[in-house]
C-alpha cells in the first residue's frame, strides 16, 4: 500500500516537473523554429482605446465671447428735428473707427451722441454718418477714435437651424444726480431659427433698444447687425449684406 502511495507521489512530482520544464524551456525553444512559424497559435492582440471626455461650459464660452466683443458695440442716441429720441446700437468694423448701424437710427437732420465702451464706463466721442443706404437700412458711421475693437465676420455657408446666437445692444437711462443720459449693455442670446440671403430669424423677442445691435455666434463672430418685425422679434441683416456695402 504505501509502495503505491509514493508511486503516486512520484509520478505526480516527475509530472510537475515536466511540465514546468516543457512549457518554460522545450516549447519556447521549438515555438521559433521555422516549422512551428506558419503553424503556431497567437495570443489575440489586445486593444487599448483611450477615451477622453470633454466638457464643454456653454456659459463659460458664452461669458468670454461677451467679454471679447461687448467693446465692438457702439450707442447711439439721435434727436429727431420733430424732438422724437432713438436709442439704438452699432458695430465697430474696423479698428479706426469705422461702425455701421441701422440708416433709421440716424436719419439725415438730426442730432446724433456716440458712445463706445472704455474700461467698464462709456465715453461720449464725436462722430459722423458718412453714407446712408436706405433701401436696405444699413448707415456707416465714423468715429472719431483710434485703437478701437473690431471683431471677425461670421461665414453664413457654415451657419446651421439651432445655433446659439447672442446679442449686445444698449438701453439709455436717466442718471438724475448727474442729470445726464448714460447707456447701460444688456445681453440677449437664443437660437436661429431660420435663414437665407436676405435675412437671419431667430427666435429672441426684444424693444426698440435692440435696433442696430450686433448678433453674434458664440465664438464671437459676427453674423449681422438687428432690427424687429411687427411682433418684435429680432431679424438680423446679414453680414453679407454689410461686407457689400461697406466694399468689403
Not at 446724433?112 to 443706404?133: A, C, L, W
Amino acid at each position: 500500500m504505501s509502495k503505491n502511495i509514493l508511486s503516486i507521489i512520484a509520478i505526480f512530482i516527475i509530472g510537475t516537473v515536466g511540465g514546468i520544464f516543457a512549457d518554460q524551456i522545450l516549447w519556447p525553444y521549438f515555438i521559433e523554429r521555422p516549422l512551428f512559424l506558419e503553424y503556431r497559435l497567437e495570443q489575440a492582440p489586445v486593444y487599448i482605446t483611450e477615451i477622453r471626455e470633454t466638457v464643454i461650459q456653454e456659459n463659460t464660452a458664452l461669458e468670454n465671447a461677451i467679454e471679447k466683443v461687448e467693446k465692438t458695440v457702439i450707442n447711439i442716441r439721435t434727436e429727431k428735428k420733430s424732438g422724437k429720441v432713438l436709442n439704438g446700437s452699432g458695430l465697430v468694423v474696423t479698428s479706426d473707427g469705422l461702425a455701421v448701424t441701422l440708416a433709421e437710427l440716424v436719419p439725415q437732420g438730426s442730432t446724433f451722441n456716440f458712445y463706445i465702451k472704455e474700461g467698464s464706463d462709456f465715453k461720449k466721442v464725436k462722430g459722423q454718418v458718412i453714407k446712408r443706404d436706405l433701401e436696405n437700412n444699413l448707415g456707416l458711421i465714423k468715429i472719431e477714435a483710434a485703437d478701437l475693437t473690431a471683431t471677425g465676420f461670421a461665414d453664413l455657408d457654415k451657419i446651421k437651424l439651432g445655433q446659439r446666437i447672442f446679442l449686445i445692444s444698449t438701453e439709455f437711462s436717466e442718471k438724475k444726480s448727474a442729470q445726464s443720459i448714460l447707456p447701460k449693455s444688456f445681453v440677449n442670446q437664443g437660437i436661429i431659427s431660420s435663414f437665407n440671403q436676405e435675412s437671419i430669424t431667430t427666435n429672441i423677442f426684444e424693444k426698440n433698444n435692440v435696433l442696430g445691435s450686433p448678433l453674434f455666434d458664440i465664438e464671437a463672430n459676427v453674423l449681422g447687425i438687428n432690427t424687429l418685425d411687427s411682433e418684435n422679434r429680432i431679424i438680423t441683416i446679414p453680414i453679407t449684406k454689410i461686407k457689400t456695402f461697406l466694399g468689403f
